[in-house]
């Protein structure tokens, strides 16, 4: 079959993509490294933890915190072996959206007004794209909301209610029943609307306010004005179930199966060329090895290969438009560097000729850094009360599962607070969100830790906007099997002027150490960071905070490596419509896009800029 698009992944940007090009008539073949895999562990909401680390789509990347070993060594979750910290990713039919904890919160209207400001093109403006935020989303938390818009056109909240992903908040009623849950959420949403900033005065008339309409961190009233405080946690879930690409692909393959063709066990490997002209940059497929766990990451990475083993078979694929490479911040970076499109320095040194130098492709690595306060509680936690954490037909929260109904129909985030980290600061930067585990971070076996937790009560903190650019991925040989190196350079190796980043993590860490004095007396110790980091004098705690932060903070959105830019911007990898600079027939869209880490949560961002890709491909076609 001839195909308009090769589409290179199938997670939050290239399955949408994929799905909007075959609906719009063209014929579409989206190749996934990965397996069409979705079992129980992936559809339980409060199992995302255990999906992660599910061998059967478990993609796990070992990244650096720091070039300098001994500073990298003091992190606890380091693993010599792997030579870095665990990083789960995911390689199946949905990519990453198959584990994510399905927290969906649209970005900051600066994210994409900057975008528009940087290339001068307006139809990145924030109030154009809001569109499609609501073409995605089908509301399924704000009912009333939904009618008003059908019947009367009115929609002040901005959300959308006919898309093709659903979205939910947990019921309150799920934690009614235990007076520990309860106690928490009052004596935290109290103190947090009493102190976080707030032009309306008085705890009780906020909280009054939260409850109708700001707790509802999508609402466009929100987003618009900047507010922060108690917010719920929306969910990409329906009827209890993991909801995301991989049923949007299902569908369009059903609707549309002459346009849309889904090759899984498909690693691609390098760019194919017009190579009848000399020195060529017009590309006109791929090439893609086809077999299970190719990649260095999977569950063979560590076995040692068989001499018997047939080699996979290289295939080659050529499409009649364009290729669209959606790998995401690691594997898109990689796969131009293993084609010769990236900076020279890094294809010399790894042997593969360059083709097309473009510093950009894999610098500006960015993420957030996240750390955790964790509390083990005098006494168990009720709501959890015969909970496994497992699809055992004894769990009775398992049973209720499959009824749609109970605990395990959520991701665990029980309460959220968006704040600043300073009052000066336009858009809130941290998310401040309570789960009902013992969750310390990402190392190999993290979910078990996570499962067995029956008494631990995790606040986690959530540093969004981070200003250090000066992560970097590149290629380490022309093995495509091998994974690249992946080097965040946190805090002191970074770029962030004056300690920014560290000084908000800390913050908000002394922030949640005071509002869980509110309800001290059900907490048996603080675990993480521990008394070893606490100091009656501010000075010193700050110290010490400052220690753990630089020592253990990570990060999950890993974004920003092939970024938008401008044309007089040499890092540019893309210009406003995607194209990969001095490249004829090649666009990106995935997490790598962003000039700088946008919003709170990376997901939401990238199914807008899925829609929006889409819309621009579809009218370059129909122009030429």
Not at 173 to 187: N, R
Not at 323 to 339: E, H, R
Not at 588 to 617: N, Q, R
Request: net charge neutral; charged share 25%; aromatic share 8%.
């Amino acid at each position: 079959m001839d195909h308009d698009y090769i589409v290179v992944g199938s997670g939050a940007g290239g399955g949408p993509v994929a799905a909007n090009l075959a609906r719009a008539g063209f014929r579409v073949l989206l190749l996934e490294a990965g397996d069409d895999h979705e079992g129980i562990i992936e559809q339980v909401p409060a199992f995302h933890a255990s999906a992660s680390e599910d061998e059967a789509i478990s993609w796990p990347f070992f990244v650096r915190h720091y070039a300098d070993d001994a500073r990298q060594r003091r992190d606890w979750k380091y693993v010599p072996a792997r030579d870095g910290i665990y990083y789960p990713r995911a390689s199946a039919i949905g990519g990453c959206t198959e584990h994510h904890a399905m927290i969906i919160i649209r970005p900051h209207n600066s994210d994409w007004d900057g975008i528009a400001d940087t290339t001068g093109d307006p139809s990145w403006r924030a109030k154009a794209m809001r569109r499609y935020f609501q073409r995605i989303e089908r509301c399924g938390h704000r009912p009333f909301q939904g009618f008003l818009q059908r019947l009367l056109g009115w929609n002040p909240s901005g959300h959308g209610f006919d898309g093709w992903l659903p979205t939910s908040v947990a019921d309150p009623k799920l934690v009614v029943g235990d007076k520990q849950i309860t106690e928490i959420l009052i004596d935290s949403a109290r103190y947090a609307l009493r102190h976080v900033r707030s032009w309306v005065p008085g705890w009780l008339h906020r909280l009054l306010r939260t409850l109708l309409t700001r707790a509802d961190p999508n609402d466009w009233r929100n987003v618009k004005r900047h507010r922060v405080g108690v917010r719920k946690v929306p969910l990409s879930v329906a009827s209890g179930r993991r909801a995301g690409v991989r049923g949007l692909l299902h569908q369009v393959s059903h609707d549309c199966p002459d346009r849309l063709t889904i090759e899984t066990g498909a690693l691609v490997t390098r760019l194919l060329f017009d190579e009848e002209r000399p020195d060529s940059h017009h590309v006109v497929g791929v090439e893609y090895l086809k077999g299970e766990h190719l990649y260095g990451t999977g569950p063979a990475a560590d076995a040692a290969p068989s001499a018997a083993a047939p080699k996979p078979k290289a295939h080659r694929v050529q499409a009649k438009r364009e290729v669209i490479l959606c790998g995401g911040a690691f594997n898109t970076p990689q796969l131009l560097q293993l084609s010769g499109i990236g900076p020279r320095d890094v294809l010399q040194a790894a042997g593969v000729p360059l083709r097309h130098e473009l510093p950009g492709v894999g610098a500006n690595l960015q993420d957030r850094y996240e750390v955790c306060v964790v509390y083990r509680m005098k006494e168990p936690f009720a709501a959890m009360r015969g909970a496994t954490m497992t699809p055992d037909p004894s769990d009775p929260h398992f049973r209720a599962w499959l009824r749609g109904e109970g605990l395990y129909t959520t991701n665990g985030a029980v309460l959220g607070v968006i704040d600043r980290s300073e009052r000066a600061r336009r858009d809130p930067d941290l998310f401040l969100f309570a789960l009902l585990t013992d969750f310390r971070g990402y190392y190999p076996g993290y979910s078990e830790r996570v499962r067995d937790a029956r008494r631990y009560l995790t606040w986690a903190v959530l540093k969004a906007h981070t200003a250090n650019t000066a992560g970097r991925v590149a290629i380490r040989c022309d093995d495509p099997r091998e994974p690249p190196a992946i080097d965040f350079h946190h805090f002191d190796e970074g770029n962030a002027p004056d300690d920014e980043d560290l000084q908000a993590v800390i913050n908000a860490v002394r922030r949640l150490r005071r509002m869980t004095g509110e309800y001290a007396h059900l907490i048996e110790r603080e675990e993480v960071p521990g008394p070893a980091f606490s100091h009656p004098d501010q000075d010193e705690e700050r110290r010490l905070l400052a220690e753990f932060v630089r020592n253990e903070a990570w990060g999950h959105h890993a974004s920003c490596t092939c970024k938008i830019g401008a044309d007089h911007d040499p890092m540019a990898v893309l210009d406003s419509r995607f194209r990969v600079r001095g490249v004829e027939r090649l666009r990106v869209v995935d997490a790598s896009v962003f000039p700088h880490i946008p919003g709170l949560f990376l997901v939401a961002p990238v199914y807008m800029i899925a829609e929006k890709a889409s819309d621009v491909i579809i009218e370059d076609a129909r122009a030429g």
